[in-house]
């Protein structure tokens, strides 16, 4: 950097909306977030399983995010900008203002969450079809994609909502088309959650079959006929109007969007591990998993061919990585499952005020309670007799089974701190053995996988860390930078901007790794007596279902 005339460093803006909140990144060249700022926004939950966001509540958290994070930079220096959000449905009319996705009529709701699961008989009904879009969904497409809830508001809001609707936008959409004024759709959002395929685009069956034919007569104008790949540049850039809203110049490149987890795996996935002593070191990206641990957590696996997984998503072609097909597994409640174990123990007040006194947060606190009552024994082991199955919201994967319900043996009269703490290491070890489940799944339909690397809120722990090292048996590769998914969106904007030449290329300077976690070999046997223990739940979850339904 001692040249004569030190060129100034390119900045990207990462902006990222996620369940509750929004967060915006200002990140360097060499992907290293310099500033960044978050928001909460809000969540209605009218009835059970329905949950609805605003758009402009979105929007607003987004520019009031941007503009902390830009405060005080020449903003000559800023070059590009990427989006990434929840795949949540947002809809507008057709003068692009927000329209009821609620029986009370209040627009400004108009975003169904990626987590509602309003439109369970809608799903039923369109898995029955075996339409072959389906093989492309692991065979079974899930209640949180959008056809479902589409034909929902169909049914269910026609005259409110469904006749008078002009768009129908997956959020990561819906932010490019904001900031661009440009209607058009990321392969990510379209291949991953509206069947859209790469090489054969729309298909009129699919939804002539299930019900939703108006979507095809105007040449699906509503749902997006023109599809960019993720971090191509949208339009002429930032209008005016959003580059005031935003606190950047006008014209800066916007790139095409990603879905959030997928925003996460871009930033992890493709980083240069060498000198780590890594299995994936000279290998193939193919052998790595990007797992993105938030409130539910997304397991991205790419290969060069497709390949199909029962229970998993995909393969969608350049849906991640341009020119690989993306695999993704998930759970659909996993930081939220801790949080709803941890607060909803008779302890947890008393967890709260000792966190408070030492300063820690509660997981923290709780990390170090299990080394106290571990004795000589590794953490771990302290679940010998207490075995969780984590579907409290139904099972993403492999299983696609949203009715399948949460699990736990070795229950007691005890009601401590003590329990409190095993209980919740539990929990971590069952999203744990839920990962091992999907990487197996995943192995066993083709893939090759020698490495995890964790992105997300929960990588912040580093006992949900070291159990899945110690339970898949894989090394875990933590990013540089926590905020991975702040990272890949900025890389969108960095490809947008024409200064790198391809994503792979923006990947590798732009995504650092940070710590990598080794598993301790020495307890694989008591690991697989877990993992047996956790595939006989579901067996018996069956079976008592079975008991109770027979005549």
């Known amino acids: 950097m001692h040249s004569k005339k030190q060129a100034p460093v390119k900045y990207y803006v990462g902006i990222d909306v996620g369940s509750a909140s929004v967060r915006a990144a200002l990140v360097d060249e060499f992907g290293t977030v310099v500033a960044h700022a978050d928001q909460p926004i809000q969540i209605w939950e009218p009835q059970p399983d329905h949950y609805e966001q605003s758009s402009a509540d979105i929007w607003a958290a987004c520019c009031s995010v941007t503009k902390k994070v830009v405060c005080g930079i020449d903003a000559s220096w ?38 509602d699961h309003r439109a369970v008989s809608q799903v039923e009904r369109i898995n029955a079809t075996q339409h072959r879009v389906l093989s492309y969904v692991g065979g079974v497409m899930s209640v949180e994609m959008q056809p479902p809830k589409l034909l929902w508001i169909k049914e269910n809001l026609k005259e409110l909502c ?37 090489d054969g685009g729309w298909d009129d069956s699919f939804w002539q079959m299930i019900g939703l ?47 959030d987890a997928h925003a996460g795996g871009l930033g992890v996935i493709g980083a240069d591990v060498k000198g780590h002593n890594l299995p994936c070191e000279n ?21 060069e061919t497709p390949i199909f997984v029962p229970g998993v998503w995909g393969p969608y072609f350049s849906a991640m990585v341009p020119g690989l097909w993306l695999n993704e597994g998930g759970q659909s409640a996993t930081g939220k499952l801790i949080d709803h174990v941890v607060r909803g123990h008779v302890a947890f007040p008393e967890l709260q005020s000792k966190a408070a006194a030492s300063a820690h947060s509660i997981y923290t606190y709780l990390n170090s309670h ?32 949203l009715t399948l319900k949460g699990m736990v043996v070795g229950l007691t009269l005890s009601r401590g701190l003590d329990e409190l703490a095993l209980i919740y290491l ?48 894989k ?77």
């Open 78 to 115: 800023i070059r590009g900008v990427g989006f990434d959000a929840t795949c949540s449905l947002v809809v507008v009319d057709k003068q692009f203002q927000p329209l009821a996705v609620n029986r009370e009529g209040q627009n400004y709701r108009n975003v169904v969450m990626w987590m």
């Open 162 to 198: 469904w006749e008078k609707a002009g768009y129908f936008f997956d959020l990561p959409d819906f932010l490019s088309w904001k900031a661009t004024g440009v209607t058009a759709r990321s392969l990510c959002t379209v291949v991953c959650k509206w069947t859209y395929t790469s």
């Open 213 to 259: 034919e108006d979507l095809v007569k105007d040449k699906y104008e509503k749902i997006g006929n023109h599809v960019l790949s993720p971090g191509e540049p949208v339009g002429k850039g930032l209008t005016p109007e959003a580059a005031k809203d935003l606190g950047l110049p006008e014209g800066i490149a916007v790139a095409a969007s990603l879905i």
């Open 283 to 303: 290998q193939p990206i193919t052998s790595r998993v990007a797992m993105i641990c938030g409130t539910s957590s997304c397991h991205m696996g790419v290969s």
């Open 370 to 401: 299990l080394d106290l009552i571990k004795k000589s024994l590794p953490v771990g082991f302290l679940t010998v007799d207490l075995h969780v199955w984590p579907d409290f919201h139904g099972n993403r994967s492999p299983l696609t089974d």
């Open 426 to 473: 539990a929990t971590i070890q069952a999203i744990a053995l839920g990962t091992r489940h999907i990487l197996e799944t995943m192995e066993a339909a083709g893939h090759h996988i020698n490495t995890l690397f964790l992105c997300g809120g929960l990588s912040k722990n580093p006992l949900f860390v070291q159990m899945h090292a110690d339970i898949t048996g």
């Open 475 to 551: 090394p875990v590769v933590l990013s540089k930078e926590v905020e991975s998914v702040l990272v890949g969106a900025a890389i969108l904007g960095a490809c947008a901007s024409g200064d790198f030449a391809s994503i792979q290329e923006a990947m590798a300077k732009m995504g650092k790794i940070g710590r990598v976690v080794q598993p301790n070999h020495e307890h694989k046997r008591f690991y697989d007596k877990k993992y047996e223990v956790f595939l006989k739940l579901v067996e018996h979850q069956r079976e008592y279902r079975s008991i109770m339904n027979s005549s």
